[in-house]
């Protein structure tokens, strides 16, 4: 992406050699400041303490199943325990991961903007984000919540006497914040481009964010308003959704999937721009087949919208309408083939470097298909029915979504790291962690698919003691897991700190944000506004490491 | 440029933008995707309604029943003046008019209370009438219906979506508090009128979701 020349009326220079992180230290300008690439480091340290947070409980509760018999926790505090975990990781961590980190660094400096197009409401975004934190640590302070992730009816409404009503509040808030940056997003990708950076010149990070933007503004309403209705069934003491009183549960189970399903989508589609980015720079190849993994990525934001009934195979819902759904889910599995057979055709012929990055990248691949292949499984109505509410389901949702989502993550934020930080993390550590999450993460999950397929529902406390080897494994597998997450944030901050200073462009990568911005950007990002000549990805294997 | 009375003299561009109409354009791309999430929003209490009308329809009829059509046509009557008044007050920013700008959205905001005045007497009178669901629903005279129990849920479905309606409004309210003070110290103008023409859209909105509502707990 070249910079041929300089437009008119081109942005002043600032007097002083500064870069975002340094050129104001004070408190005030970090906990105010409308800067996106700012704001991307403080979602980043915030979703970085819920991130340990939600893992702290999955440790507690995977303690308590390493024993068949329910002795180390009893089952309430059992309940709330995977229900905090499941209630932190998805609103706290998987919805935010990557584009309120990464997508709220890079879209601008990607489309050649000097920031998001409402700079405020970005800031609110955070604000909000906390604001809703602060409702999840009140609910752990005032006896936790035990009704899943999920908040059925009329166990949330009717019968739970734990804080529902202060989750729902936290889900709520961090909607919301979730919606104001998608709007951003869209906002700043239709009207915000450089010139010459056409939608096919695109990189695909941003089709993946805008893809996102769209699903977060259709989807995240409908969950509000659901949750709203049900702290107003909780406080009012009516029956909206209890069937007791008239109500409907299913409605609540539909309204809920209309959000929660698609809102997978929101977590994963980022994942995959990542991996877009990062699978041709090291590759050293132009991405196989841009123009459809463009589509894919819209279309899975389509059709992710048709299939929330997949949940509903065993709650009532007709059978003809969870044929429909069922034939829609095993359709949303063709776009999603379409990237994992481009991204390996990408590395076809490549040059390829195994990089930290490269090499989380790859993991993504392997333990997304896995996931994805045994989502087939699930969409099948008939194996559904045994398999529904099974460690299956578990271990297929933690396939997509740890090994699928936090791997990308991660993947992004080394790759990354040099331009956020302007630091190189130590590639030995970076590498050594990596294998170690791999590692603990295969040696947790595989034996869940095993002991579900035996038939282990989840969200029980005890279990019958023939499939205490394979929990073991799987408690053995989520410690090595936890240390991997460790080892890799402490690494990841050890370098912000000690870390050598980054070049320009450590990996010979293609992009505006490595060819015209600075390690660390300007806080405005550019000096002038680029002209894009090129398509994105435009490697001739030529590109070398720029690294002390 | 000729001299404007209020407002900016000279378009303002913040520093992320390339040219005014950038700026506009994104202003009115936004708020047109805020106004979708709105609609999917309310799209959600109206599913709702829509399964349980389904489901009740003899409960449906005997709770709308129990409404005022006449205070409902009057209020529908005054907020779609109020969106005339807000039309109004756009254009009036656009033409540098400051008396007419005043006018018409001082209208815009006395109309807007109005209607949740006349709003507030319905829901006493639904009190009254022991038509509050949960521990006051004590209807005097209950329905000849299969299941009066259900007329709840009717009552139920009305006071969440009339009443996130009306939530709406007061945000609105507020939100116009604080542009007529700006719009008395004459920040708005024919370089600015963007603010206004935003909140516009907003209360536009509020009043479509009630040109929806109307008909769904009065008339039918």
């Known amino acids: 992406m070249a910079v041929i020349a300089d437009r008119e009326g081109a942005y002043a220079p600032p007097v002083r050699e500064e870069n975002y992180l340094t050129w104001d230290h004070s408190i005030k300008s970090w906990l105010f400041t409308q800067d996106h690439k700012r704001i991307a480091i403080l979602y980043l340290i915030s979703i970085t303490v819920f991130f340990l947070l939600g893992g702290i409980f999955a440790m507690l509760f995977r303690i308590e199943l390493l024993t068949p018999a329910g002795d180390v926790f009893e089952a309430d505090r059992y309940n709330k325990f995977f229900t905090l975990h499941g209630v932190i990781m998805i609103f706290f961590f998987l919805i935010p991961s990557v584009p309120a980190t990464l997508g709220n660094f890079l879209v601008p400096i990607m489309v050649g903007a000097r920031d998001l197009a409402f700079p405020k409401i970005n800031l609110a975004s955070w604000w909000v984000f906390n604001v809703a934190g602060v409702f999840a640590l009140l609910v752990l302070v005032t006896g936790g919540v035990d009704t899943g992730w999920t908040f059925y009816s009329p166990l949330s409404t009717s019968y739970a006497n734990t804080s529902v009503f202060l989750a729902v509040t936290a889900a709520f808030a961090a909607g919301f914040s979730s919606i104001l940056t998608g709007i951003n997003f869209i906002v700043t990708v239709h009207k915000m481009r450089a010139p010459g950076l056409t939608w096919f010149r695109l990189p695909l990070f941003i089709w993946a964010n805008y893809a996102t933007g769209v699903v977060i503004m259709l989807g995240t309403p409908v969950v509000a308003i659901t949750l709203f209705l049900i702290a107003v069934e909780r406080l009012w003491g009516v029956g909206i959704f209890d069937p007791a009183l008239g109500g409907d549960s299913v409605l609540f189970q539909h309204m809920f999937w209309f959000y929660s399903h698609p809102a997978v989508y929101i977590m994963i589609l980022p994942g995959f721009g990542v991996i877009s980015e990062i699978i041709p720079c090291f590759s050293r190849n132009r991405i196989f087949g841009y123009p459809f993994i463009a589509f894919s990525t819209l279309s899975i934001a389509i059709l992710g919208f048709f299939v929330w009934g997949h949940h509903m195979f065993v709650s009532g819902q007709s059978f003809y309408t969870g044929m429909v759904f069922s034939f829609l889910t095993m359709f949303i599995a063709a776009p999603t083939a379409v990237k994992i057979m481009n991204w390996t055709f990408t590395l076809h012929g490549g040059n390829v470097i195994m990089t930290t990055p490269m090499l989380y990248a790859i993991g993504f691949i392997g333990l997304f298909t896995i996931g994805g292949v045994t989502g087939l499984f699930l969409a099948a109505m008939g194996l559904d029915v045994p398999l529904h509410d099974t460690y299956f389901v578990v271990a297929h949702f933690h396939f997509t979504m740890v090994g699928g989502m936090a791997m990308a993550f991660f993947a992004g934020i080394h790759f990354w790291w040099p331009k956020m930080i302007g630091k190189m993390y130590p590639e030995f550590m970076g590498k050594f962690a990596c294998i170690i999450i791999f590692t603990g993460f295969n040696l947790t999950f595989m034996p869940q698919f095993i002991v579900g397929w035996l038939g282990m529902p989840r969200r029980y406390h005890a279990y019958p003691e023939e499939w205490q080897v394979l929990n073991v494994m799987s408690t053995a597998g989520a410690s090595i897991l936890g240390f991997g997450f460790l080892a890799c944030i402490a690494c990841l901050i050890w370098s912000a700190f000690w870390g050598k200073p980054a070049k320009q462009n450590p990996w010979g990568a293609k992009g505006l944000e490595w060819e015209v911005c600075t390690s660390p950007p300007h806080p405005h990002n550019f000096t002038s506004i680029p002209v894009v000549t090129e398509e994105a990805y435009s490697y001739t294997g030529e590109e070398v490491l720029d690294i002390d | ?220």
Request: with cysteine; aromatic share 18%; glycine share 6%.
């Open chain 2, 1 to 220: 440029m000729t001299s404007v009375t209020m407002g900016p003299a000279e378009p303002v561009i913040p520093h992320h933008f390339e040219t005014k109409p950038q700026h506009n354009e994104c202003n009115i791309l936004g708020m047109w995707l805020f106004l979708a999430q709105e609609i999917m929003f309310f799209g959600g209490l109206f599913t709702a309604y829509a399964v349980y009308r389904f489901k009740y329809p003899d409960a449906w009829e005997a709770g709308s029943a129990e409404l005022n059509r006449a205070i409902g046509t009057g209020n529908t009557i005054v907020l779609l003046v109020s969106s005339l008044t807000m039309a109004l007050s756009v254009y009036f920013a656009q033409t540098d008019q400051f008396k007419k700008l005043v006018a018409s959205f001082s209208l815009t905001m006395v109309f807007g209370a109005i209607f949740l005045i006349v709003k507030a007497f319905e829901y006493h009178e639904k009190y009254t009438h022991g038509l509050i669901p949960g521990a006051w629903w004590d209807p005097i005279h209950p329905p000849e219906i299969d299941d009066p129990s259900k007329m709840q849920l009717f009552f139920i479905m009305y006071f969440i979506m009339t009443g996130m309606h009306a939530f709406h409004m007061v945000i609105g309210l507020i939100i116009a508090a604080v542009m007529m003070i700006m719009m008395l110290k004459r920040k708005f103008g024919p370089n600015k009128y963007m603010p206004v023409e935003m909140f516009g859209f907003y209360w536009h909105f509020v009043d479509i979701v009630w040109v929806f509502l109307f008909p769904m707990v009065y008339l039918i």
